[in-house]
C-alpha cells in the first residue's frame, strides 16, 4: 500500500513538473508585453485595444520565431541526404532581430521615454519577423509534403512492381500448365501438340471445315492432328461450327 502510495506521489510530481514546464514559457514573455503596452498607451497615446494587440504580438512572436528555428535545425538533422535543406540561418536572424527590436521597444518606452518618439519606427520590423516567419513555416511545410508525396509514390511503384513481377510469374505457370495439359491431350489421341506459336487458328478450322462440308465434320482427332491444338478446344472448336452453320427457321423455309 505504501508502495502505491509513493508511485503515485512520484507521478503526481512528475505531471506536476511537466504542467509548469510547457505552461511557463507561455508566461514568460508576458512581463516585458504588459511593460510595452503599458508605455504604448502612456507614451504613444495606444488606445487599449492596440497596446493588447501590440502586447500579444510581443508576447507569440518570440515564440513562433523560436518554435521555426528549431523546426528548421531539427528537419536539418534527420532530413535524408537527397531531402532539400531548411534556411535555419534565416529563422535564427528573425530570432536576432525580434529580440532587439523588443529590447528596443522597453528601452525607448520604459528606460528612456524621451526616446518613445522613435519607438514606431520598430514595429514594421517585427512586421517583417512575423511575415518571414510565415514565409518560413510556408516554405516547410510544402518541403515535408513533397517528401510524403515522393515517399508515396516510390511505395506505389514498388507495389506495381511486385504486382507486375506475380502477374509475370502466374502468365508463366499458366503457360507451362496449358503446354502441359496440351501434351497430355495430345498423347491421350496419340498425336503430339504443337507449341503455342505454331497452331492453327479457328479462322483456318472454317475454312477447312467449309471446304470439306459434303466429306462430314471433322473429327475431334483430325482437328488435334491437323491444327496442334489441345482435344478441349478441338470439341469447342467443333461445338462452336455447328451452333455457327445450323440453318434458322426462315431459312430452312426458304429453301423448300
Do not use: C
Not at 497452331?199 to 477447312?208: A, K, L, N, P
Amino acid at each position: 500500500m505504501n508502495r502505491n502510495s509513493e508511485a503515485m506521489k512520484q507521478l503526481t510530481e512528475r505531471n506536476a513538473v511537466k504542467f509548469v514546464a510547457k505552461l511557463s514559457p507561455w508566461l514568460a514573455p508576458m512581463p516585458s508585453a504588459y511593460f510595452v503596452a503599458r508605455s504604448s498607451i502612456t507614451h504613444l497615446a495606444l488606445p487599449w485595444p492596440v497596446a493588447v494587440i501590440v502586447a500579444a504580438i510581443i508576447e507569440t512572436l518570440g515564440l513562433a520565431t523560436v518554435h521555426t528555428a528549431l523546426w528548421l535545425s531539427d528537419w536539418n538533422h534527420t532530413k535524408r541526404k537527397v531531402d532539400p535543406s531548411a534556411p535555419t540561418v534565416i529563422a535564427l536572424a528573425l530570432g536576432a532581430v525580434y529580440l532587439v527590436t523588443t529590447l528596443g521597444l522597453i528601452v525607448a518606452l520604459e528606460v528612456w521615454p524621451d526616446l518613445a518618439t522613435y519607438a514606431p519606427a520598430l514595429f514594421p520590423l517585427l512586421a517583417i519577423v512575423g511575415t518571414v516567419n510565415l514565409a518560413l513555416i510556408a516554405n516547410q511545410e510544402r518541403r515535408e509534403a513533397e517528401v510524403v508525396t515522393e515517399k508515396a509514390e516510390r511505395k506505389t511503384a514498388r507495389k506495381e512492381s511486385r504486382l507486375r513481377a506475380e502477374t509475370q510469374r502466374l502468365d508463366a505457370d499458366l503457360a507451362q500448365k496449358d503446354a502441359e495439359f496440351a501434351a497430355q491431350d495430345g498423347n491421350a489421341i496419340g498425336v503430339p501438340i504443337m507449341p503455342m506459336a505454331k497452331r492453327g487458328t479457328y479462322t483456318e478450322f472454317i475454312s477447312v471445315q467449309v471446304a470439306r462440308d459434303g466429306n462430314g465434320p471433322m473429327s475431334a482427332g483430325e482437328v488435334v492432328a491437323q491444327f496442334g491444338v489441345p482435344k478441349r478446344t478441338a470439341y469447342n472448336w467443333i461445338s462452336k461450327y455447328a451452333a455457327q452453320s445450323k440453318p434458322v427457321p426462315q431459312a430452312q423455309e426458304a429453301a423448300r
